[in-house]
């Protein structure tokens, strides 16, 4: 139970509103694909809209969907709201602010909609469906047709945006990428053409009294002195909601008016730049408003650290640490009651401080060019491969000849990372780190990495048979594999920039490559990657070994022959399957 609470109690302080307003708003996409989708069917029939809408409500209008779509939309709109009146500085990205704007104006566009359909309903039992809809919008009052169109296209782009900042730093984006466009624009596009070829069909039948007759009854919609009362209900709803926008605004004159009068503070960076800033502004809001360069890879809302400082002088006087702030500097192992991140750090005193991440950029607000290379945490599987014996290898050896045996080393290892779906990543001396699981889920990468030491072995026989007559001994490697979550991104300076993988699990993995040498064998696998790749447990002979930095031993998998780890991966898949 304590470790249950304690896990939960974690979660809740790792939760950023950001992610409360991401969680909201990818329900309410679903709504709108759902919707969307449906519209669409008109390009069939209004008989195919209307039997698709069918299944559209007995899906929303679920109770438990229902309380979960409804809580959605309010926390997503006041979340909306609040972050008008939050938000200090809107130059990190143009996108953003227009995305603030769209989504903003969607409950104003769309209150009248779901008043005279939802309320219609639970007030006065209205059974207001596509044809009566499509009736009012192309025939009764064509000019709420484009006001319509106008809110879907809205909602549509609104929508993609977030789920472009949900989906762009994921490792799949880049592939996803052209699909995901081309459904960003085929959707709504089916769906205004659904809309107009169901509309048309409706005002053709709609010159046919009979068809008034059956489809504008009184129980359909509804009576003049109820649409008067419903035009009403929507007029009350959106000078309300006018009213909490005129609120957000007004409440940041005050709180801009309160500042001025709270006074200046000084804020000095250590390069010996001074600026004087009102006080509440966070550090990071003080640099982008005088466009000071400030590391800051997550844009101000606490999902990396890259933006802290350290404050120089007394710090006891600095407000206490958000939840959210002492959650990030928890997580990235800071103790230290000095190192505070800027995004969150309003002080209310002069303050002297310097960065501990010295920004690439030009300005503060610069961003990455390339957003898939910045720092993102993920699974990978580490493979490191070393060449035993290269130093009796240069001792009787010209320095070229040397060079010339350990590029075909190292090549013979690439190809065999790379035909088993890997990624060399760094070559140092004549050891390779090879990174798997960069396009393919744990399971399989694990296997990838097993086939791929024994892709390496079975390659540098052909190239010891092929340099048989220059060399005195044969080339000896060991191997090290481990898997678990590391932080990939781009890391060096200017011009000297890799893209590598930084964490343990990649710690790990050179330190059991190192322990071949005293286990005299060719490879040690981690546990981790043995189960993970779902060999049985009695495939590996297991020893528990001391890893330098760790306090417990770890269970690895001692593999003598190399040459085997194929046969036994495919044997596991065979069964799997």
């Given at each position: ?498 893209f590598t993988a930084l964490g343990d699990a990649v710690n790990v993995a050179a330190r059991l490559q190192d322990m071949t040498k005293t286990l005299a064998c060719e490879a040690i696998v981690s546990d981790e990657i043995r189960g993970t790749a779902g060999l049985a447990d009695d495939t590996l002979p297991q020893q528990e070994v001391a890893i330098r930095g760790r306090d417990e031993p770890m269970a690895v998998r001692v593999v003598a022959d190399a040459r085997g780890l194929t046969a036994l ?9």
């Open positions: 139970m304590a470790t249950a609470a304690a896990s939960i109690s974690e979660l809740v302080r790792g939760t950023s509103v950001r992610q409360v307003r991401l969680v909201c708003g990818v329900i309410l996409f679903c709504y709108v694909i759902s919707h969307f989708l449906n519209h669409a069917l008109g390009n069939i029939s209004v008989e195919a809209m209307e039997a698709g809408v069918y299944y559209h409500t007995v899906f929303w209008q679920f109770l438990p969907v229902s309380i979960v779509f409804y809580t959605a939309a309010l926390t997503h709109m006041g979340l909306g709201i609040y972050a008008l009146y939050q938000r200090r500085q809107f130059r990190w990205r143009t996108i953003e602010p227009l995305q603030l704007v769209l989504g903003l104006s969607i409950p104003a566009l769309i209150m009248g909609h779901v008043v005279g359909v939802r309320l219609g309903y639970t007030l006065y039992d209205h059974q207001k469906l596509y044809p009566q809809e499509l009736y009012l919008f192309f025939v009764a009052a064509p000019g709420r047709l484009w006001q319509m169109t106008i809110l879907l296209l809205i909602a549509w782009v609104h929508g993609c945006i977030g789920i472009y900042f949900w989906l762009r730093l994921k490792p799949f984006f880049t592939r996803a990428a052209p699909y995901l466009l081309a459904a960003a624009v085929l959707v709504p596009t089916l769906s205004l053409l659904g809309i107009y070829q169901g509309g048309r069909s409706v005002a053709i039948e709609a010159d046919d009294g009979e068809w008034r007759t059956h489809n504008l009854t009184r129980r359909q919609v509804g009576t003049v002195a109820e649409g008067n009362t419903l035009d009403r209900i929507t007029g009350a709803f959106t000078v309300t909601y006018f009213g909490l926008l005129g609120l957000a605004l007004a409440a940041r004159g005050v709180r801009a008016w309160r500042e001025r009068r709270g006074g200046m503070i000084a804020l000095s960076y250590g390069n010996g730049k001074t600026v004087r800033v009102p006080k509440g502004l966070s550090v990071l809001e003080a640099s982008l408003r005088h466009n000071l360069p400030h590391a800051s890879v997550c844009g101000g809302r606490a999902r990396c650290s890259t933006c802290r400082i350290r404050v120089i002088g007394d710090h006891g006087v600095l407000p206490e640490p958000s939840q959210r702030e002492a959650f990030v500097l928890t997580r990235v192992g800071t103790n230290d009651p000095s190192i505070r991140l800027a995004c969150q750090l309003r002080p209310t005193s002069d303050l002297s401080f310097f960065q501990l991440f010295t920004p690439q950029t030009s300005s503060a607000n610069a961003q990455a060019s390339a957003p898939a290379r910045i720092g993102q945490e993920r699974y990978l599987v580490s493979l490191f491969v070393d060449m035993r014996g290269s130093t009796q290898l240069a001792e009787k050896r010209l320095p070229f000849d040397t060079v010339f045996i350990v590029n075909r080393f190292l090549g013979a290892v690439s190809q065999a990372v790379i035909e088993n779906g890997g990624q060399p990543n760094q070559f140092v001396g004549d050891g390779m780190l090879a990174l798997f699981g960069l396009t393919a889920d744990p399971q399989t990468a694990c296997r990838q990495a097993l086939k791929a030491a024994s892709g390496i072995a079975t390659h540098i026989d052909e190239l010891n048979e092929l340099l048989s007559h220059d060399l005195r001994q044969p080339i000896r490697f060991g191997i090290g594999i481990h898997g678990g979550e590391v932080i990939i991104g781009d890391i060096g300076y200017r011009d000297h920039i890799v991966v495919d044997r596991s898949e065979r069964v799997a399957a």
